[in-house]
């Protein structure tokens, strides 16, 4: 069996993707039985769409190839804490288990504001493994967004002359 290290390292990658056609580098993938059965990334700026999160786009791809909405023994990897719309999507695919990377203490629902995985009051709860290669996830994120303040300072700069 392949450690969880080696599937973070794959939605690493998804956030790679990300991160070359400007959206914010979050990435993510669905187990099944060993084998990486869906990938995703954000494409909320490039679809205009707020659904377009990595984890909601990987867990549409997974129920797709395996033909069901009940995603019961898939493992979710994704290199940011899911937020509350992708934790409630992670609850009603019925995905057991989610690791992630890099906390969200801002918009972070699967431990950090609030842990909706393993609310008792859902009918569906999912297991949580936080902190998986959580510095390389972490400094995607924080470079993708000193380089996106870097060009706001640099575009007001040339506006001001």
């Known amino acids: 069996m392949r450690s969880h290290e080696f599937y973070m390292n794959i939605a690493l990658e998804e956030a790679k993707k990300a991160a070359l056609i400007g959206e914010v580098p979050i990435g993510a993938i669905v187990v099944h039985k060993?084998?990486?059965?869906?990938r995703?990334?954000?494409?909320?700026?490039?679809?205009?769409?707020?659904?377009a999160h990595a984890e909601h786009i990987a867990i549409t791809e997974a129920s797709?190839?395996?033909?069901?909405?009940?995603?019961?023994?898939c493992t979710l990897y994704v290199t940011l804490e899911p937020c509350v719309m992708c934790a409630g999507a992670i609850v009603m695919s019925r995905v057991p288990h989610v690791v992630y990377g890099a906390k969200d203490p801002k918009?972070?629902?699967?431990?950090?504001?609030?842990?909706?995985?393993?609310?008792?009051?859902?009918?569906?709860r999912a297991t949580v493994e936080t902190g998986v290669l959580e510095a390389a996830c972490s400094d995607i994120l924080k470079g993708f967004f000193r380089e996106l303040r870097a060009k706001k300072r640099k575009h007001k700069s040339i506006q001001e002359h």
């Open 34 to 38: 060993g084998e990486v059965i869906a």
């Open 40 to 51: 995703g990334h954000n494409m909320r700026e490039s679809d205009q769409l707020p659904t």
């Open 64 to 73: 797709k190839y395996i033909g069901s909405w009940r995603l019961e023994d």
């Open 107 to 124: 918009g972070g629902c699967c431990g950090s504001l609030m842990n909706l995985l393993e609310e008792s009051r859902f009918n569906h």
